[in-house]
C-alpha cells in the first residue's frame, strides 16, 4: 500500500543530502566485487580497543550497582538522566569555569535530533507568518542540517571566502562577514566546529564576531568533534560558551554512536523550549547510553582517553593523506582543506573537467569509493561551481589502504584532468 502523505510526510520520507549517496555506496558494497573496495566514505568512527573497553568497563559498573533497576527499568526526566546532567555540569564548571545548572542542560537522543528540536521551534514561521532563518554562516557544512527543517526554505547558507597556498596545495576557508547577514529575521544560527566535512574550526575570533552580530538570537555550535570529548581538533581551540551560545556535544565520535547521547549546555530559556519539543516528540533519551556516560565523564575517563586515543589516532590517518597526496597528485590545481580536525579531509579539485558525482563514480571504478562534496552546502542558494569539485575523504580505514586509495585517486585525476588537455 503507498500511504497518502502530507506535505511534511513527503518531505521527511524523502533522503536528503549524503543519505542519498550513502543509498549507493551501500549497494555498491553489497555488490559482486564489494571486497575489492576501499571505502573512504564511512561516517562511523572507528572501534578503538581502549574505547571499546571504556565503555565496556561503565556497563559492568553499572549492572552491578544498584542504580540498573532505575535506569533501565524506569521512566525518568525529560531533561535527562540526573547524574549524567550533574557530570556535565561539574566537568564544565571546573573546566571552563562557569556556573552550569541543571536548568542549562539538556539530554537528546544524538545530537541531530537536537537540531531538529532547534530547527523546528525556532526556525520556520512565526504565528503571524512570518519566516524565522536558520543561518549557517559559513556553507559547507553538515549535511545533516539540509534534512532537519520542516521548511527547508528556512536555511539559508553563506559562501565563504578562500584561503589559499598554491605552492603548498593547501587551503581554507573563512567567514565571509561582508555578506553575513543576521538580524530580526534569523532565528538561530548554526555551525560545526570542528567542521564536518571540511574539518575547518573557525578560530575564537571568528565565533565572538558571529555571536556578536546574533546578540538577540541563540548560536548553536555544533561541537561533536570538540573538546573536551570527543577532542578530534588537531589545531589549539576552546569552546566558546557566551550567553547566547548553545553549545552542543555528541558522543557519538566518542564510541557511542549506537547508544544516541547528545547535550545541549546553553541558556535556560532555550534549554525549557527544546526540552518541551523532546517531551512532546519523544518523551526522553534511552536512558542506558545515559547512565555509562555519566560514569565515564564523572571520572574523566571520556576526557582523558579523548587527548590521549581518539585525536591521535585520526590524526595519524591524516598525516597519511597529506603525505600520499604531496607525494602521488600531478600537477593540477588541487587543495586539501587544513587539517584542524574531524574525522575526514576535504579536497578541493578546482577546475575539475566533470562533476563531483561523476568523478565518485569513474573513482568507483578503481575500486575506492569517497563521497561527492556537493550534499554538503545545505542552504546554499546559488549555484557555486566550487560545490562541484570537492570531495569529502573519510580517516576511518587502515593507513596502508588510505594510502592505496589516494594513489589510486591521484592517477584517476591524472586522467580526467589530460584528457581536457587533449579535448
Ligand atoms: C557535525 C556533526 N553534527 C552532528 C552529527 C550527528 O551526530 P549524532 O546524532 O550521532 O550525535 C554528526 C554526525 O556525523 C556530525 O558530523
Not at 555544533?222 to 552542543?248: E, G, I, K, Q, R
Not at 577546475?351 to 573513482?363: R, S
Request: aromatic share 10%; hydrophobic share 40%; with cysteine.
Amino acid at each position: 500500500m503507498a500511504p497518502a502523505l502530507t506535505q511534511f510526510g513527503q518531505q521527511m520520507s524523502h533522503l536528503t543530502g549524503v543519505r542519498a549517496i550513502m543509498k549507493d555506496i551501500i549497494e555498491t558494497l553489497q555488490s559482486e566485487q564489494s571486497a575489492e573496495f576501499i571505502n573512504l566514505s564511512a561516517g562511523n568512527p572507528v572501534i578503538l580497543p581502549e574505547v571499546e573497553q571504556l565503555w565496556r568497563a561503565c556497563t559492568g559498573e553499572l549492572l552491578d550497582s544498584s542504580d540498573y533497576g532505575e535506569v533501565v527499568c524506569r521512566y525518568g526526566s525529560s531533561r535527562g538522566y540526573e547524574p549524567l546532567i550533574d557530570a556535565i555540569a561539574t566537568d564544565f564548571n571546573q573546566r571552563y569555569k562557569l556556573n552550569l545548572k541543571a536548568e542549562n542542560i539538556l539530554i537528546t537522543p544524538g545530537s541531530q535530533s537536537l537540531y531538529f528540536l532547534a530547527a523546528n521551534a525556532l526556525g520556520g514561521y512565526t504565528p503571524a507568518g512570518e519566516l524565522k532563518e536558520i543561518i549557517l554562516p559559513l556553507s559547507p557544512d553538515y549535511t545533516g542540517y539540509g534534512g532537519v527543517a520542516l521548511y527547508p526554505e528556512a536555511v539559508r547558507a553563506y559562501r565563504p571566502k578562500l584561503e589559499l597556498d598554491r605552492v603548498a596545495h593547501r587551503f581554507k576557508y573563512r567567514p565571509d562577514f561582508s555578506q553575513l547577514t543576521i538580524g530580526d529575521q534569523t532565528g538561530f544560527v548554526l555551525f560545526s566546529r570542528p567542521c564536518n566535512p571540511t574539518g575547518n574550526v573557525l578560530t575564537d575570533e571568528e565565533v565572538t564576531r558571529i555571536t556578536s552580530l546574533a546578540a538577540n538570537v541563540p548560536v548553536f555550535i555544533d561541537s561533536a568533534y570538540a573538546p573536551p570529548f570527543p577532542a578530534l581538533n588537531f589545531t589549539a581551540m576552546t569552546p566558546v560558551l557566551t550567553p547566547n551560545v548553545v553549545h552542543c556535544i555528541s558522543l557519538s565520535k566518542a564510541g557511542l554512536p549506537g547508544e544516541r547521547v547528545g547535550i545541549a549546555i546553553g541558556d535556560a530559556a532555550v534549554i525549557r523550549v527544546l526540552e518541551s519539543f523532546q517531551t512532546n516528540l519523544c518523551i526522553h533519551s534511552s536512558r542506558y547510553g545515559q547512565a555509562i556516560a555519566a560514569r565515564a565523564i564523572a571520572s574523566g575517563a571520556l576526557a582523558e582517553i579523548a587527548t590521549t586515543v581518539i585525536r591521535p589516532h585520526y590524526q595519524q590517518k591524516f598525516a597519511v593523506i597529506e603525505a600520499t597526496l604531496d607525494d602521488a597528485m600531478p600537477d593540477v590545481p588541487w587543495y586539501l582543506h587544513q587539517a584542524e580536525g574531524s574525522i575526514f579531509a576535504w579536497l578541493w579539485l578546482q577546475d575539475l573537467p566533470m562533476d563531483d558525482q561523476a568523478f565518485y563514480q569513474a573513482l568507483k571504478r578503481y575500486g575506492v569509493i569517497i563521497v561527492p562534496g556537493s550534499p554538503f552546502f545545505p542552504g546554499l542558494k546559488d549555484d557555486w561551481p566550487h560545490k562541484h569539485e570537492c570531495f569529502r575523504i573519510s580517516l576511518t580505514d587502515t593507513a596502508e589502504r588510505i594510502e592505496v586509495a589516494i594513489r589510486r585517486l591521484a592517477k584517476l585525476t591524472e586522467e580526467v584532468y589530460s584528457q581536457r588537455a587533449i579535448d
